[in-house]
């Protein structure tokens, strides 16, 4: 069996597009054995390429070995034939190196550059990563002059004939060759050749084959050169080192702004977490699908979004929703083992795993309930969409039957009679065999009985010892999993005072500004969105006749400007443009929208909290106010004007009437 080698690689330091040659970490696997290299220049890692030739080079992000795709596409034709660059965070859409090796049941420090590499090689030795092809499985071989003829002399013509007879005659063995080899491989060629004075003056071929199929060198032959490459293609492409069987699958989705999508096997297992602002429907459906069948699609929210269920439309898959509205807590608890790097991240997550954890018990019940044989997945699939169990019992029952009676008949079919009766023979033979040796047996079987009593009592005082050992081992490991979870839930203690305490300083400190009368405080919102609004609340209070604070007001709109005018605050302060249907809504519901640079704030420890003259924002008020009373007096007469115009224009009708 041939050695396996893998070579992991991750960027050192520098990088391909900065004036300095990057470095590089580099991992080897040798059939189980490591070998690691810290810092090697590019130059000295190809010639490690060359020396050992291994099946696969692991890299997290091709990127880190070239400027562009031009350099890679060099890159590419310096390693041999036959090894694979191996990008192992994924084709087009990338996952962590952390998460994936979370996954494969391993961590590795991610700041140290010699782990992440020996990480790559680790995962793509378990067959996960995408392979990058800059070149299709087409080899072209160029057969031409090796030497400019140049003017020449009195004997140039019989030189040019010279050389154009090498090239003819190299031509012809490369053609020998490729026809030799297209039988033995079953691929096909295409030649095409410039004659010229007493041979060749180049020949192409083209053949419909891999470059590591095809032995034919490249270099310089006396006055002849040949040049045998792999075809470039138009746009890299990432092929996947394994192919998945296409299983069930449970997807949340928290569409929006941002979309993000959770897959989870029916298992339990998170399989992929994306999020993306730029993703439309259709890339979403494309990446659910090369996760496999999805059997449920979910989201956090009730009734639920037409995002979502246009997408459960495009598998016709069954509709999930969580029984009751989920809390923060609730979503923080269902996404916290699977990790997540953005709330929209944790939505997705948190609604695949209400999802699962709903349809557990249940799933639980249906494998038991299987017969051996039957496909698990499909049987829940089944149950799932509508059916009753003992009716998908039944019928995957029968379809299995059917096979094994196809195959049954089909084995019946192959044979011949002569082979029955060879196969009769043996068994007749054996037979004879058998009842010589069964008297021996059972002379055996008598004084194997008699032995077996005796281990028999061995055993049982050895299990006696076995159990009390084990029962104590037990009782230990009860008490340590009961250590941790205490010391775990205390952890937690501590982090909720610590929250809460920061949080009553936080309040002490608005408070203290709200009793000085000097001046007034602002509660400051990050983001014009809901969750901002009731995290502000949380942290400060937020209460009639507060002034807030929008640091970033684009991303509102009618429903959020309707929480803060629920809330009866006096102003609201922005510090960036505001849609137009918010601050409609905000104006109707007489709810001041004030420009940052209109007022003086002054901000206060690290800009959690700001105050603001009482007399300024007064001040800008009473501006408000007066700018409001004209653009509603200006809209009533504006109103009044299209009634009269209305009127005029009914009255000249009935008059010509």
């Keep these: 069996m041939p050695e396996i080698v893998i070579f992991g690689i991750d960027i050192a330091k520098g990088s391909p597009r900065g004036k300095d040659p990057p470095g590089y970490a580099v991992a080897i696997l040798k059939d189980g054995k490591l070998e690691q290299h810290r810092m090697v220049s590019l130059h000295k890692f190809l010639r490690m390429v ?19 795709r031009c350099d890679l596409v060099f890159f590419l034709q310096k390693l041999p034939s036959d090894t694979k660059l191996v990008q192992v965070t994924g084709g087009e859409h990338l996952l962590p190196l952390t998460r994936l090796a979370n996954q494969q049941g391993f961590s590795f420090d991610r700041f140290d550059p010699a782990a992440e590499a020996l990480a790559c090689a680790k995962l793509a030795e378990l067959g996960i990563g995408h392979e990058v092809s800059a070149f299709e499985d087409r080899t072209i071989i160029k057969v031409s002059r090796g030497r400019s003829l140049g003017k020449g002399g009195w004997s140039q013509n019989r030189y040019r004939r010279k050389v154009h007879g ?24 295409t030649s095409n050749v410039t004659e010229r004075f007493g041979g060749y003056s180049k020949a192409e071929f083209v ?22 490459k792999s075809i470039e293609r138009d746009s890299l492409v990432f092929k996947p080192l394994t192919t998945r069987k296409r299983d069930y699958i449970i997807v949340g989705i928290d569409p929006g702004t941002t979309t993000a999508i959770a897959v989870l096997t029916l298992a339990g297992g998170l399989r992929m977490l994306h999020s993306s602002r730029t ?35 495009a598998f016709n898959a069954v509709l999930g929703s969580p029984e009751d509205v989920l809390t923060a807590e609730d979503k923080i608890e269902f996404a916290k083992p699977f990790g997540y790097s953005n ?98 047996l059972k002379n055996e079987l008598y004084l194997k009985n008699k032995e ?47 929250f809460l305490n920061e949080r009553i300083h936080k309040l002490k400190a608005v408070r203290r500004l709200e009793v000085s009368g000097r001046v007034l405080p602002v509660k400051i919102i990050e983001a014009f969105t809901k969750d901002s609004i009731v995290k502000t609340k949380e942290l400060f209070g937020i209460k009639k006749d507060d002034i807030i604070v929008l640091k970033d007001a684009s991303g509102g709109g009618m429903i ?47 800009e959690e909290l700001a105050v603001i003259d009482p007399a300024e924002i007064q001040r800008a008020i009473d501006d408000w106010n007066k700018r409001a009373d004209e653009h509603r007096k200006a809209a009533k007469e504006e109103w009044l004007k299209s009634l009269v115009d209305e009127y005029r224009s009914e009255r000249r009708r009935e008059l010509k009437g």
Aim: glycine share 4%; hydrophobic share 40%; with cysteine.
């Design 50 to 68: 060359w020396a050992e030739k291994p099946q696969i080079i692991a890299v997290d992000n091709v990127h880190e070995l070239a400027a562009d």
């Design 166 to 189: 090498y090239v003819r005659q190299k031509s012809r063995e490369i053609e020998d060759y490729l026809n030799e080899q297209s039988k033995l491989k079953r691929f096909t060629f």
């Design 207 to 228: 053949v419909d084959a891999p470059r590591s199929a095809i032995r034919v060198g490249s270099g310089k032959y006396g006055d002849v050169q040949v040049s045998a």
């Design 279 to 313: 993703i439309s429907i259709p890339d979403v459906i494309e990446m659910i699908a090369e996760q496999g069948k999805p059997l449920i699609i979910a989201s956090d929210v009730f009734p639920t979004p037409n995002a979502v269920e246009k997408i459960r439309r």
């Design 343 to 440: 709330n929209h991240e944790r939505d997705a997550i948190a609604a695949a795993v209400s999802v699962f954890r709903k349809n557990k018990n249940k799933f639980e019940q249906i494998k038991r309930k299987l017969p051996f044989g039957i496909d698990t997945e499909e049987a829940i699939a089944q149950v799932v969409r509508g059916k009753s169990v003992d009716l998908v019992i039944s019928e995957l029952t029968r379809k299995e039957a059917k096979a094994t009676e196809a195959e049954t008949a089909r084995e019946r079919t192959d044979g011949d009679a002569q082979t029955i009766r060879e196969v009769i023979r043996r068994y007749d033979d054996s037979i004879r065999e058998m009842k010589q040796i069964h008297e021996e």
């Design 452 to 498: 077996i009593r005796k281990l028999e009592d061995v055993l049982s005082r050895h299990r006696t010892i076995l159990y009390r050992q084990f029962k104590k081992e037990k009782e230990i490991s009860v008490r340590n999993k009961e250590i941790a979870f205490l010391r775990e839930k205390a952890s937690d203690s501590n982090k909720r005072i610590s």
């Design 560 to 606: 959020t400007a309707g929480i803060l005018a629920e809330l009866g605050v006096r102003a609201v302060i922005i510090c960036n443009e505001m849609s137009h249907a918010a601050e409609e809504e905000l104006f109707r519901l007489n709810v001041p929208v004030l420009n940052v640079k209109n007022v003086k704030i002054q901000f206060e420890k690290g």
